[in-house]
């Protein structure tokens, strides 16, 4: 692939667009590979998925400008359906994604980010919504996703006035998880993924099932869906393990207290 870059070590996949010249704007191009390596990820030694932009200044600048002045109002749609249909292929990916936002994480890269189930940053990360300011608005999700994240009041202040925040504030609104001096967000990044890599996969992936499906629904329908995963996962290996291991350790304190997980 030219733009994506893929790369698995200890059951974390780093995601790396790499279109540093365009500082990783989104093309069409981009968004296809995107897609072909989500597909490509094996689901049963990869646990986590970090997504990052190549270099140190930009994350992702936005959907490509050039690309998208042309477009008539056929390929703006299919544009944005290809993009659409990415950002939902990412939210809805089984394993966790981690946003790694290593500099500017702007329109359609503010959207990326939010597409993620974390976001964490670089401190010369910059967010921000601009699409007002070129004449259209956020198509990528942004509208939906920036609300649902930091409440309506900030994502309508950020998306009328156009306006960017640095790395501190989207801290402070609970944009961003954690700041990260640059050259420390990546290593950061994997000590995360790692983490998440160690607990019982099922027992993860349906968590995010969870919270993402039961966000969508009224809180009665909310913890039906939480009661059927929760259900689910007494059907695996890995929980027999879990909770095995906790009652071993409580009959002898000397016994292993770290379980390998087997995704089944
Ligand atoms: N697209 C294309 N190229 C870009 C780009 C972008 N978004 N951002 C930067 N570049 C390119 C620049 O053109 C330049 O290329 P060369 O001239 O060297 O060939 C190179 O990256 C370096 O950029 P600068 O020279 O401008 O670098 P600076 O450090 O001076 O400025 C900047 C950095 C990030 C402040 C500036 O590049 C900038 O303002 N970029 C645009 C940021 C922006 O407005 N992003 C939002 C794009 S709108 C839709 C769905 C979604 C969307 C649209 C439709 N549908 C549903 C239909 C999404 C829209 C957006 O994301």
Redesign the pocket.
């Known amino acids: 692939m030219e733009f994506v870059l893929y790369d698995v070590s200890d059951a974390v996949g780093v995601i790396t667009i790499n279109r540093e010249?365009?500082?990783n704007?989104?093309?069409s191009q981009v968004l296809d590979e995107l897609s072909q390596t989500l597909d490509q990820v094996d689901l049963d030694s990869v646990r986590c998925l970090i997504l990052t932009g190549a270099g140190q200044?930009?994350f992702v600048?936005?959907?490509?400008?050039?690309?998208?002045s042309t477009?008539t109002k056929a390929e703006?749609?299919a544009?944005?359906?290809k993009?659409?249909d990415v950002f939902l292929k990412l939210e809805k990916f089984p394993i966790p994604v981690i946003a790694a936002v290593n500099g500017?994480a702007?329109?359609?890269?503010c959207?990326i980010s939010m597409s993620c189930d974390i976001r964490i940053c670089s401190d010369n990360a910059?967010f921000g919504q601009?699409?007002v300011?070129?004449g259209?608005t956020?198509?990528?999700g942004?509208t939906q996703r920036l609300a649902r994240l930091v409440g309506a009041g900030m994502a309508k202040q950020m998306i009328y006035s156009a306006r960017n925040i640095d790395a501190n504030e989207a801290f402070r609104i609970g944009l961003v998880n954690a700041i990260y001096p640059q050259e420390e967000l990546l290593d950061q990044a994997k000590k995360l993924a790692g983490q998440i890599a160690k607990q019982a996969p099922i027992a993860v992936r349906n968590c995010k099932k969870a919270i993402n499906e039961g966000l969508q629904v009224s809180i009665d329908d909310a913890v039906a869906v939480e009661e059927k995963l929760f259900g689910d996962c007494f059907e695996t290996e890995d929980q027999k393990a879990g909770m095995g291991n906790f009652l071993k350790k409580k009959d002898d304190p000397t016994k292993v207290k770290v379980v390998t997980f087997v995704n089944k």
Not at 106 to 109: E, N, P, R, S, T
């Open positions: 010249k365009a500082l704007a989104l093309n200044k930009s600048a936005g959907a490509d400008i050039g690309e998208m477009l703006g749609e544009f944005g359906k993009g659409n500017f702007l329109g359609g890269g959207e910059l601009p699409e300011g070129l259209i956020p198509g990528f942004g």
